[in-house]
Every structure is written in C-alpha cells, then in structure tokens.
C-alpha cells in the first residue's frame, strides 16, 4: 500500500499546501483584482468528475457572494450548450483540470472560442503541458500547479485538494495564503490517525458520506474517491445531511457505514448532529462515525466548510487506499486488465454545434 503511488500523492498534501502558500501568496491580490477588473455577468466553475465537485463546493459555500457564481460540469456545457449560453453573456470561465487535456475541456474552449470569445478566462491546471495551459486566448489568466500535483495515480487527490484551495483563495477574500500552512500543519497530524482508523476499521460492504453546504460536496468527493479505488465492489453514495432522509436512506442495510460530515458552523451542525444521532438510534452505534468538531474523529476549525473540506476528504483518500489494498486491487489503476475506466477519460466522441 505504501508503495503506491497513490498513498505517497496523499501524503505529500501538507508540504505541497505550505510550499504553494508561499509561492501563490504574493500573487493572490494581482489575481483578484484582475478577477473584480473583468466584471463578469457569472462567474463559470468548469470541471469533469472530480474537477466538477470542486466547482459544486465553491459555489455551495459562496451563494451569498453579489456575484452569480455557478458550478457548471463542462460534461454538461459540451452536452448541452444551449442551457448555458446566450447571445451577449460575458461569463469568467474558470476551468479545472487534473490532466487539462480531457475531451470535455478541449469541447469547452472549442465553445468559447466559437461562441463566447469575449469571455475572460481562468485556467488552473496541473499539467504544465496540457491544453489549459497552452492553449492561447484573449483575457486569459493561467495558473499551472506544482507538478507534484499532477498525480500519476486514478484517483485525484493533491491535484483536487491544491485546485479547490487555489480556488477559494482567488473567490474568497475573507481566506488568507497563510492558513494553507495551518490546513497542513492539521493534515499532517490527522493522516496517520486517518490511516490507522481505516486500517482498524472492518471494510463494510456499502458506504455513505453526509453533510451540509460544501460539505455535501465533500462528500460527494469522498464517495467517489472509494468507488473509484474499490472499482465498485464497495457501492458508495453520497447526500447532504437533511436530504438524506428523503428515501436515499433506504441504502443502508445491513455492513453499511455512514459518514456523517459535522459542519463548524453552529446551526448547520445541529442537522449534521441530529442525522448522526438518528442513524445510530435506528441502525446501531458502529453504523456511523462522524467527523469534525465534538465528532468521533474531531477535525479542528481553521476557517470556514469549504476550506475545512480538504481535511474531511482527506479521510475518505485514506479509506479508499487502505480499502483497495484490502480487494487486492491494484491502487494506482484499479480497473487494470478491465479496460472500463481510465486515468484521463477516453472514447468521448465530441460533436460540433451548427448553432446556438
């Protein structure tokens, strides 16, 4: 397990999140301001997979924020484009990509090229090489990420937790560069006791992740994160607290886990709390096992949900590792020999729109 490339690109999180912290730090207000100087209609959060959830979080934590932020899957504006795009909409299009190369992002600059060349553009990437880096056109910005953050496993996790506080950094005035080095300073202590809570705990066969806000989107990240490394055999779904008793409730059955995500905020913790409590009551006490503040793993504040999420998903990283271990699978490309799943997603057809 820990020779896999995977586990080592889980561990290297607190010292890449320092080291960014100092590199992007003093480019942070030139960036915002270039952000607020294009005075977008919306502000776009484009991503697939993985890359999408991280737009899903942000915009779930910034909903109060006067501008329209909307996370928008480029799996869903290739598709449909229609739904998006309207004569005389000057959106900042912010895209997301492990790889920068994937079908859905090449489909989305080849939109913007064709349909909305006026819009401003923000390219945070991994892949120094990739198209979202290379790619020209007027009013861009690229931020290419430390390479280490192009992981060589399936799963994203450096390239996820580095984009989505790049992000919040750029969105989020109210967080400073410097709390990169106090998220990594709590990574640090929390992974080895991640690992040895994962290791002890028995594999369940279905698995569940809750919360509430951003971290709904934590938790759709963290379920997705153990699908993937356990290339299916442990079924993994995903809810916000409160929308979980509205039927996907039924999923528990008997050797399910549920992960309850507590939020810091006071009244949202309370829900998060009250579906824990109600969990047990209903399905016994080793059914779930609650993470954050006064939960069965405490998870200290450093500031708000969506930047605390890394540190929740983190846990999820770790699972899904020690799980697959525990399959026998093949960490770093689980469905090796299968020929189902890839790395970087292949086999998407992209087809040119006559008109909008």
């Known amino acids: ?22 590199d992007f730090g003093p480019q942070l207000a030139g960036l915002r301001a270039w952000i607020s ?28 924020d006067p501008r329209r932020i909307r996370a928008i899957a480029t799996t869903d504006l290739v598709a449909c484009p229609q739904n998006y795009i309207r004569k005389g909409l000057r959106p900042l299009v912010i895209s997301f990509g492990r790889s920068g190369n994937s079908a859905e992002s090449l489909g989305t600059l080849d939109l913007l090229d064709r349909f909305l060349p006026e819009a401003p553009r923000l390219n945070i990437t991994c892949n120094a090489e990739s198209a979202l880096a290379t790619r020209p056109a007027q009013h861009q910005k690229v931020i290419t990420l430390p390479a280490a953050t192009h992981d060589a496993g399936f799963a994203m996790t450096s390239s996820y937790s580095t984009m989505l506080l790049t992000a919040l950094l750029l969105l989020d005035e109210g967080l400073k560069a410097t709390q990169l080095n106090t998220l990594a300073d709590h990574a640090e202590a929390l992974l080895p006791q991640y690992f040895n809570t994962a290791q002890a705990m028995p594999r369940p066969a279905r698995a569940v992740f809750t919360g509430s806000g951003p971290l709904a989107f934590a938790a759709r990240e963290a379920a997705l994160k153990v699908m993937e490394l356990a290339a299916g055999d442990i079924p993994a779904i995903w809810d916000s607290n409160l929308g979980f008793r ?10 399910t886990k ?52 890394v540190l929740y998903v983190l846990f999820s990283q770790a699972l899904a590792v020690v799980w697959s271990h525990d399959l026998g699978l093949n960490i770093d490309d ?15 057809t992209l087809h040119t729109p006559e008109a909008l």
């Open 1 to 22: 397990m820990q020779t896999s490339a995977t586990y080592r690109e889980i561990m290297q999180q607190p010292a890449i999140w320092r080291g960014w912290a100092e």
């Open 37 to 64: 100087a294009q005075n977008p209609d919306e502000i776009w959060l484009c991503g697939a997979g993985t890359s999408a959830y991280i737009g899903d979080l942000i915009a779930a934590a910034l909903g109060a």
């Open 246 to 255: 509205h039927g996907p409730k039924s999923f528990i059955t008997t050797d």
């Open 258 to 309: 549920v992960f309850v995500f507590l939020s810091h905020h006071a009244l949202t913790g309370q829900y998060d709390r009250d579906l824990a409590a109600e969990v047990r009551d209903q399905f016994g006490s080793n059914t779930v096992l609650s993470l954050g503040e006064g939960g069965d793993i405490s998870i200290p504040r450093v500031g708000s949900d969506a930047a605390d999420a």
């Open 334 to 348: 689980p469905f090796k020999g299968r020929g189902t799943l890839t790395r970087v997603v292949s086999g998407v």
